[in-house]
Structures are given as C-alpha cells and as structure tokens.
C-alpha cells in the first residue's frame, strides 16, 4: 500500500484554547495563516463569503485511528446525554477518530491581509496545520440534504427541525 505525506499550506490561529473550540457549537473566530511560499494562491479569494479548510487533526492520538465505531459526541453540545447518542460508524459522524484524522470544515472568511485569512466559524485547534483552501461555490451547494432517522430523531429530540 502507497504512502501518501502531505507539507501544510498554512496553520490555524486562535486565541481560545483547546477544549473551548470543543465546546463551541458554531465554531470559533481566528485567522489562517498562510505560509509565505503560498501567499499568491490567494489572489482572488477576496469576496467570496465561505471557505472550506483541509486539515491535518494533528492532536488525533495514533490509538484513535484504529477506531470505526463512535458515538456522535458533536451532538452532546444540543443537550443530549451520551446514553441517547447511537453508536454508528465513524464515516457517519465528523468524529475525529479515524483513520486518516482529516477535517473539511466551513468557515466564514471576512477578511484576506496579505497571507492571513481572518475567519470564524472554526472548529479547529490552535495551531492546526491547513493542507488546502477551497472556496465554497454555488457549484458545491447542496440542495435539500436528507439525513438519517436516527440523526433526524436526534435534533427532533432538543426540538431543532433538519
């Protein structure tokens, strides 16, 4: 089996520590800071209002990726105790327990300085290494997701409609 290493674009900023993004349900304010040797594959990202990160969960312990069956603990944040979170495969849940420990995430982007991309929106740690940015396009919208009855039970039970 080949061997795939990836080198960082850049690393994510923030002042709020570790376990206050994991608390945060809508994600937290920082910046990406794009290293210098990547700074002019930036033209142009002005304007758009969304952007999605590629990153490298660097803080996923080696243990944790040999893990295929979690509960969706993102979903304690509603409310829900651990006892009614199903356990489900880990390619059903944005866990990051998993085999590649590789995060997609969504952010607000407000502002390009040079090579720092002012964000919020951030689920990602401090420090986190960025492998891509991709800005979020019309062409990679969806339109009326579905979502599985026992994810839909889920925020039917705090009360929130998906």
Known sequence: MEVYCF?????????YSDEEVRASFEGV???V?????????LRGLEGFSHIILVAYLHKTAEEHRKVLLVRPRRLL?????????PEVGVFATDSPH?????????????AVERRFLKVSGLDLYDGTPVLDIK???VSRRVEN???PEW???????????I
């Open 7 to 15: 080198k960082p674009i850049g690393f994510v900023r923030t002042r």
């Open 29 to 31: 304010d920082g910046w």
């Open 33 to 41: 800071e794009v290293l210098e040797e990547y700074a002019e594959g």
């Open 77 to 85: 944040r509603l409310g829900l105790s651990l006892d009614e979170l």
């Open 98 to 110: 998993r085999p590649n420990p590789i995060a997609i995430t969504i952010v607000r982007l407000h």
């Open 135 to 137: 800005p979020y396009t």
């Open 145 to 147: 997701p579905s979502y």
């Open 151 to 161: 994810y839909r039970r889920l925020y039917s039970r705090v009360g929130v409609e």
